[in-house]
């Protein structure tokens, strides 16, 4: 039994591996598209992958549930307070906790703000940017990784990070 155990394994390992790459690049891309999407102001690319039921919790703390009030919240913040900044998203980690649900923990940068649109409360560096740890949880839905959790928290002043590259 033992032996027909171990021969399904290694029979099953390469197909297993080969999904853990086609997963790993699928929520890499993901990613990618997010800094394209936020670069360009496009809030329907951006939120494209949040699940409907997903949660979110921005920068100050506030809380939101489902995909539209994730939608609406961009599409204000892409026309308001952060029209026209650059995200720059560096992945921290990225490991799956089964199948089917990955985590991905990236520390991003934004800048080029308005001089006049430089968000109240949240710590800004001597160059005018704003450092993040974002958070997102990832869950397979229909075949499709979307995003179920996205939590992003404005790291404090005095706070270390890496220049981005």
């Known amino acids: ?6 021969s399904v394994f290694l029979l099953l390992a390469p197909a297993l591996a080969a999904q853990h790459i086609a997963d790993s690049l699928a929520i890499l891309a993901i990613l990618q598209e997010e800094v394209t999407s936020w670069n360009n102001g496009d809030a329907p690319a951006y939120a494209k992958y949040f ?3 997903g949660t979110f919790t921005n920068i ?3 809380y939101f549930t489902g995909y539209k009030q994730f939608f609406d919240r961009h599409v204000d913040l892409f026309q308001g307070i952060f029209s026209k900044t650059v995200l720059q998203q560096e992945i921290i980690s990225l490991r799956f906790l089964g199948s089917d649900v990955a985590i991905a923990e990236t520390l ?4 080029k703000f308005s ?3 430089v968000p109240q409360g949240v710590p800004v560096d001597s160059l005018g940017r704003i450092y993040t740890r974002l958070l997102q949880v ?5 075949g499709d990784w979307m995003i179920v959790a ?3 928290i404005a790291l ?7 220049e981005p590259e």
């Open 150 to 152: 996205y939590h992003n």
């Open 138 to 142: 990832f869950q397979k839905e229909a």
């Open 108 to 111: 991003t940068w934004i800048s």
């Open 115 to 117: 001089p006049t649109n």
């Open 156 to 162: 404090k002043a005095g706070t270390p990070v890496p």
């Open 51 to 53: 699940s409907e039921h």
């Open 1 to 6: 039994m033992a032996t027909t155990l171990i």
């Open 60 to 62: 100050r703390g506030m």
